[in-house]
């Protein structure tokens, strides 16, 4: 049975078809899942689980973060941005007692 808008909170048959039943909260599907008696959690609003990673493989890199080589070391963007800053304060107050 699948569940509609107006009906109580209880299980019904997992709409998504990866469990058995799945709670609805009288509003919207949850993360709630049952198999059996086994009560375990599985994001409705995902289409396909997660997968395991091998150890034998390296992870691939985090999207959106960025990696600068400086002198052959490996720096994040971030980083190489806030030594840049750190610098340029530095001859700026330099600079500042130089000048008067």
Known sequence: MVA??????????DPFGRHEARWWNGKKWTEKVRDGNRISIDPPDITAAPQG????????????????????????GAMLLALVVVVA????????????
């Open 4 to 13: 509609k808008p107006d009906s109580e909170a209880s299980w019904h048959t």
């Open 89 to 100: 304060v530095i001859v700026l107050v330099g600079v500042v007692l130089i000048l008067g």
């Open 53 to 76: 990673v091998p150890f034998n493989k390296p992870a691939s890199p985090i999207p959106g973060r960025r990696t600068i080589r400086l002198f052959g070391r490996r720096l994040p």
